[in-house]
């Protein structure tokens, strides 16, 4: 709280996907607010309100709730890089408090499996695998803080309720590869931000003030004897490690969907986390790894790295594309090292009989 930490996407950005960055099924926060292909889920969202004011443990209603978020009303809007002109006081609260009540009652029953036959009408598979989309673009977010203010007001502790932040992580457990324990709720900034901290290591290494400007590709790295394996020790996709001659690679399971959450976690990187472009990093070294196109996808797809479910084609393009648009002006240092080993492992041969890698 405090600092612009959601941002609407620079257009070189944005133009590279728009699908990528635009909700299909549910707008969040004011970026959207009043997009009519969404208008379908207002009427959803205002019954999600009743049924939360309705299930809280204290005696709430409709006006405690506005009051409660106009308290915070200057600190939600600070929380856009924008300013929300289009919006009044009222309405504003209104959109947030709605949007945060969705959000905390659609968590609860997604837990426990309180749907309603409602719900068994509406929220059909595909619309509820889409909303979940939706909920991580960049664009589309509340601040973590103001959801959790709401939830404490209507379930104190001691309600036999989780908490926000374990209903968060249970809702999107399926991008938790690393099984990470539920964080303090003041480290997440919002549910963008929250999967970005999902592929990070547990210890980040330092940022080299420099970077990498041309690497050998996987092909050729093979054509001179560098062995590559699937590091399958690690659920952290990060995890890379080059020794004597073998550089291993955490599997990566190439879902239809990768190609919108890696754009957001990288707008979210190039926004807000200057010098500390981890996810960046890694997206740029797998280009250059792949830079060679088919062939070295299909290298990579054999030693069982690169887990894909559809067109080559598209997954070589979607990889050497992400770079376009991207500013990194320092990488981090076990990348830098990796790369600067495999360069010298390709120009000059011999080089690893007097160094241990």
């Known amino acids: 709280m405090g600092e612009y930490c959601i941002y609407k996407l620079p257009?070189?950005?944005?133009?590279?996907?728009?699908?990528?960055?635009?909700?299909?099924?549910?707008?969040?926060?004011?970026?959207?607010?009043?997009?009519?292909?969404?208008?379908?889920?207002?009427?959803?969202?205002?019954?999600?309100?009743?049924?939360?004011?309705?299930?809280?443990?204290?005696?709430?209603?409709?006006?405690?709730?506005e009051h409660a978020v106009k308290g915070f009303e200057k600190s939600v809007r600070h929380c856009y890089a924008e300013t929300i002109d289009h919006l009044n006081s009222d309405d504003f609260v209104t959109m947030i408090l709605?949007?945060?009540?969705?959000?905390?009652?659609?968590?609860?029953r997604n837990m426990f499996g309180h749907w309603s036959s409602d719900d068994k009408i509406k929220l059909k598979p595909w619309l509820a695998a889409r909303m979940q989309l939706d909920f991580i673009l960049l664009e589309n977010q509340l601040h973590f803080f103001i959801i959790d203010k709401l939830f404490d007001l209507a379930f104190p502790s001691g309600s036999g309720l989780p908490s926000f932040v374990?209903?968060?992580?249970?809702?999107f457990s399926s991008y938790n590869r690393q099984k990470m324990s539920p964080c303090p709720k003041?480290?997440?900034?919002?549910?963008?931000?929250?999967?970005?901290?999902?592929?990070?290591?547990?210890?980040?290494?330092?940022?080299?003030?420099?970077?990498?400007?041309?690497?050998?590709?996987?092909?050729?790295?093979?054509?001179?004897?560098?062995?590559?394996?699937?590091?399958?020790?690690?659920?952290?996709?990060?995890?890379?490690?080059?020794?004597?001659?073998?550089?291993?690679?955490?599997?990566?399971?190439?879902?239809?969907?990768?190609?919108?959450?890696?754009?957001n976690?990288?707008?979210?990187?190039?926004?807000?986390?200057?010098?500390?472009?981890?996810?960046?990093?890694?997206?740029?070294?797998?280009?250059?790894?792949?830079?060679?196109?088919?062939?070295?996808?299909g290298l990579l797809r054999q030693q069982g790295i690169l887990v894909i479910g559809f067109g080559n084609k598209y997954i070589t393009n979607f990889i050497n594309n992400l770079g376009t648009g991207m500013i990194n002006s320092t990488m981090n240092s076990k990348y830098y090292d990796i790369c600067i080993k495999l360069r010298k492992f390709y120009e000059e041969p011999g080089w690893l009989e007097y160094i241990h890698a």
């Open 265 to 297: 976690i990288l707008a979210l990187e190039q926004c807000h986390y200057p010098n500390q472009e981890y996810v960046t990093d890694y997206f740029i070294l797998l280009d250059f790894l792949l830079n060679g196109g088919e062939k070295d996808l």
């Open 98 to 108: 709605t949007d945060a009540s969705f959000i905390i009652e659609l968590f609860i």
């Open 11 to 65: 257009d070189p950005l944005r133009k590279l996907n728009e699908e990528a960055h635009n909700p299909q099924v549910i707008s969040i926060g004011p970026f959207h607010y009043g997009n009519k292909k969404l208008k379908i889920m207002e009427k959803h969202k205002a019954s999600y309100l009743e049924a939360f004011i309705k299930r809280a443990k204290i005696n709430i209603c409709k006006e405690d709730l």
């Open 166 to 171: 374990e209903l968060t992580f249970e809702y």
């Open 186 to 263: 003041s480290e997440i900034f919002h549910f963008a931000d929250l999967l970005r901290k999902f592929y990070l290591p547990p210890c980040l290494p330092y940022r080299e003030p420099k970077i990498i400007e041309h690497m050998y590709t996987a092909t050729q790295l093979v054509e001179v004897g560098l062995k590559f394996e699937a590091d399958r020790s690690s659920n952290c996709l990060l995890a890379l490690d080059y020794k004597k001659g073998v550089l291993k690679i955490s599997r990566f399971i190439l879902e239809d969907d990768i190609e919108l959450y890696v754009r």
